[in-house]
């Protein structure tokens, strides 16, 4: 340290070798209050958009074609709502609580992945939801599961292996469809026609237009940009598509011999901001639909805490029910 440097700068220096060496930050660690904040920023986001998205395919469970599928389905929403659970779990170790970010959710502070605001109309979104929206959330999590924030890194090391599950049993559930009736397939077209560009859009703006992406790449907190990520999705999506006979609703969209991958159209950027605005055709309802919830659930929550007042007060025997009495 030179006579000059302050304990910040040596700190600093720490914080700049582990993320130079790929070591992850740990919750104990110092850490620039950025680098916090920009983390806080994504895994909030993250565990909301889990949250929030079991509501287009939880609309399908009472509707589900047969058994077999509902439970399928049901497993799968249980899962994401998982998912949420070791996000917001991972993100507390950054010093906010649960709480606070449902708060921030609510107030409109907080965002959540735009895909979640679009409708599931038919039986065949629920294919798409599962071969698409999983599909692109497990490419970007995959490179997630490098990312320089130890807790957040761990958390998608589960995650991933649980979304290429559902990943998979939406294309098999797609397919199904692309291989049924003229009137199935014609619904499993639908739904691709609906679905694509949102899920294209779930990578995020261009890098250009990125405004967390310089940073977020110095700190190794992303380590993939966005554009590097959506064509990634859409060189292994494409031939999925074709293999079904669905087809994907670009015209723009050719095979690269030169790059080795395809070239697809422009997305419309006016609707992502619209829907990021809180404008798309769903945001109202969902956000609605997850205060209720809250709201719903308070007695809960309110019976745990006071459970755990008299227990500290009173030396009640065991612990919270189905914990088997123990301490
Ligand atoms: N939607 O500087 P940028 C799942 C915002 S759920 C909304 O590139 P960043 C599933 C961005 O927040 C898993 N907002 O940002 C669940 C920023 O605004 P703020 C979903 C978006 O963070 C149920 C501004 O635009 N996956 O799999 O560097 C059923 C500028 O963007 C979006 C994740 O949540 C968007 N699509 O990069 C089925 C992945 N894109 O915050 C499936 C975790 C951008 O300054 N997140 N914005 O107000 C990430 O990897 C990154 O945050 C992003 C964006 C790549 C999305």
């Given at each position: 340290m030179t006579e000059t440097s302050s304990p910040t700068d040596?700190?600093?220096?720490?914080?700049?070798?582990?993320?130079?060496?790929?070591q992850r930050i740990e919750p104990g660690d110092w850490m620039p209050d950025a680098f916090r904040k920009n983390v806080l920023r994504q895994m909030s986001q993250h565990a909301h958009s889990e949250v929030i998205g079991m509501q287009p395919e939880g609309n399908w469970i009472t509707r589900a074609p047969s058994l077999y599928r509902k439970v399928v389905l049901l497993a799968k929403i249980q899962d994401e709502g998982g998912h949420g659970l070791y996000l917001y779990s991972a993100a507390e170790t950054l010093g906010t609580s649960r709480e606070e970010m449902v708060q921030a959710l609510h107030e409109g502070k907080a965002k959540y992945a735009s895909i979640f605001n679009y409708p599931s109309l038919t039986w065949a979104d629920i294919g798409?939801?599962?071969?698409?929206?999983d599909g692109a959330a497990i490419v970007n999590q995959v490179s997630l599961q490098?990312?320089?924030?130890?807790?957040?890194?761990?958390?998608?090391?589960?995650?991933c292996k649980e979304e290429s599950f559902h990943q998979r049993q939406g294309y098999e559930a797609t397919m199904k469809l692309a291989q049924g009736s003229a009137e199935q397939k014609a619904?499993?077209?639908d739904a691709l026609d609906r679905w694509w560009w949102p899920s294209l859009?779930?990578?995020?703006?261009?890098d250009a237009e990125s405004a967390h992406s310089g940073q977020s790449m110095k700190w190794k907190l992303k380590r993939e940009s966005n554009d590097v990520l959506r064509q990634r999705f859409v060189d292994q999506t494409v031939p999925q598509a074709e293999f079904i006979g669905l087809k994907i609703p670009d015209p723009d969209l050719?095979?690269?011999?030169?790059?080795?991958?395809?070239?697809f159209g422009e997305i419309d950027w006016d609707e992502f901001k619209r829907v990021i605005a809180g404008n798309g055709p769903c945001n109202r309802q969902r956000l609605q639909h997850h205060i209720n919830a809250r709201q719903e659930g308070q007695w809960v929550r309110d019976a745990l805490r006071a459970y755990q007042r008299k227990r500290r007060t009173r030396d009640l025997p065991g612990d919270l029910p189905g914990n088997g009495g123990q301490r």
């Open positions: 040596a700190r600093l220096a720490t914080f700049e070798e582990k993320v130079a060496n790929d798409m939801i599962g071969w698409l929206v490098r990312t320089s924030y130890g807790p957040y890194s761990r958390a998608m090391v589960r995650i619904m499993a077209q859009m779930m990578f995020g703006p261009h050719k095979w690269n011999e030169e790059r080795g991958s395809y070239d």
